[in-house]
């Protein structure tokens, strides 16, 4: 592979140029869920699909629609489909991404100001974005860049899909790809994303597994208004009490959902399986440092893994409706409603779980004797998604890793959804790889945002060695 080699040494050359054109991205506020940041939501997708024109790629800028976010109507920034190279000889590879961000104050405790992008003494490349997504869809254009630059010819044909609604929701992508399957994305043979993290620090992984979320609203309603507990304690049934009586029946202290039969669908561990957690990065002494304090539940880093990978679980996530402001307030609120989520697994169905939680809360409500009145509401359920680590895309993959890193890469599962991946597995009927390029420590959505200037070079180096793989892998073997 002489010209990956010609490859890595430019990538390497670069390097400085790579980090001064990620300060250029991240200076864009593309914070999607900002109404006030729409223009520059639609500006950044407008800056990718003009690099990539001037690149020689084919590029369609699709439309969602509209959104009403606050009360204003806005326009839902562009979803960017593209195409670099179109030779049917070669294998054609799709990659995702997202341009948009999280909000970011430096009054949320930033160091800095989060849209410029700060390199560290250390390797930080602090800045919001940096990691999530804008360094791996940059990375995507600087890889195509450095081919054409280095005069090697692009071994694939590479189609790419850049939404500006990631950290929103994706409003209107589904629509899209479904759309578009047999339309732009005809002829893809395997997808690759890059949107999430090695597990650790120093290990590149490949991620085969997403887990699933059902997000359900628990109302209790009872009088007209909000009471004086003064006046009315102790003579009306109080709709907050109902209401963290119900949450508390939902999951133990030890993560253990209470609602029955929610584990009869679990899919069942295998030998194989048991496997891949032998010699994972992954300690619980990273993890306690990464909490600031141990409250781990699992007194193992394997059973830690099993749930956060291959079990359900439910969270409680907060109350409407109750007083939350500082200082003290004896009302009785007439209307509280809580929130919480499951994350499902493999062979979990959205539809039964919700059967299953609402039947569950039904009875226990009806064990209060209460006059009050519950609903329980699903507002989500988006499905988990499992992939063979053995199939070719992921063979490609680990080759690749290997030939940048010198390591063979963790084969890992995630605790959090990607929903897309689902919708591009099911509708362009092609296998998808997670190939992550930022580590566990990048604190995506968190204050002082970073990728270490490593991983976004090497990550860089990988996409292209990913894509020499593909081309040289026989996929029909899948």
């Not at 990691?131 to 692009?154: M, N, R, S, Y």
């Not at 589904?174 to 578009?180: F, K, L």
């Not at 490609?396 to 390591?407: I, L, Q």
Request: with cysteine.
């Amino acid at each position: 592979m002489g010209s990956l080699d010609t490859y890595f040494a430019l990538v390497e050359q670069n390097k400085q140029e790579f980090v001064e054109r990620l300060r250029e991205v991240v200076a864009i506020p593309s914070v999607s869920g900002d109404a006030s940041k729409r223009g520059e939501v639609i500006r950044m997708g407008e800056w990718l699909q003009a690099k990539w024109e001037e690149l020689g790629a084919t590029c369609k800028r699709v439309e969602p629609g509209k959104q009403n976010l606050d009360g204003e109507i806005l326009d839902l920034p562009p979803v960017i489909l593209g195409q670099y190279g179109n030779d049917p000889s070669k294998k054609t590879v799709l990659v995702y991404g997202h341009y948009d961000v999280q909000p970011a104050l430096v009054s949320d405790g930033w160091e800095s100001d989060p849209f410029t992008l700060v390199e560290k003494e250390d390797g930080r490349l602090v800045g919001r974005g940096s990691t999530d997504d804008k360094g791996p869809v940059l990375g995507w254009l600087l890889c195509a860049e450095t081919h054409k630059q280095a005069g090697i010819e692009f071994p694939v044909n590479l189609k790419f899909c850049f939404e500006g609604m990631e950290e929103s929701g994706s409003e209107g992508l589904d629509d899209i790809i479904i759309a578009e399957a047999d339309g732009w994305f005809k002829g893809t043979d395997v997808v690759c994303i890059s949107d999430n993290y090695w597990l650790g620090k120093s290990r590149p992984c490949l991620t085969h597994g997403l887990r699933g979320v059902s997000y359900f609203h628990l109302i209790v309603e009872g009088p007209g208004a909000d009471l004086h507990s003064g006046v009315f304690g102790g003579t009306v049934h109080e709709p907050m009490v109902d209401l963290v009586h119900l949450l508390s029946r939902l999951v133990d202290n030890k993560g253990r959902i209470q609602v029955p039969g929610i584990y009869d669908q679990v899919m069942a561990v295998t030998d194989a399986e048991e496997e891949t957690y032998e010699s994972v990065e992954f300690s619980h002494e990273a993890l306690v440092a990464d909490l600031k304090n141990d409250v781990l539940i699992h007194d193992n880093e394997r059973d830690t893994l099993k749930h956060r990978w291959r079990y359900p679980t439910l969270s409680i996530h907060g109350v409407e409706g109750a007083f939350h402001a500082s200082g003290d307030k004896t009302v009785i609120p007439a209307k509280v409603r809580g929130k919480f989520s499951l994350r499902t697994v493999p062979n979990m169905e959205p539809r039964k779980v919700a059967e299953l939680v609402t039947k569950f809360l039904d009875d226990e409500f009806a064990k209060l004797g209460s006059k009050n009145r519950m609903q329980v509401v699903e507002t989500h359920g988006g499905r988990w998604w499992y992939s063979s680590p053995d199939h070719p895309n992921f063979v490609a993959g680990a080759r690749a890793v290997e030939r940048v890193f010198g390591v063979k890469p963790d084969l890992t599962r995630e605790g959090g959804s990607i929903p897309v991946t689902l919708t591009f597995e099911e509708n362009v009927k092609a296998n998808v790889l997670l190939l992550p390029m930022g580590a566990a420590d990048d604190g995506a959505h968190s204050i002082n945002e970073k990728v270490d200037k490593r991983n976004y070079i090497e990550g860089i180096k990988l996409f292209g060695a990913y894509l020499h793989e593909i081309a040289a892998t026989d996929l029909a073997a899948a």
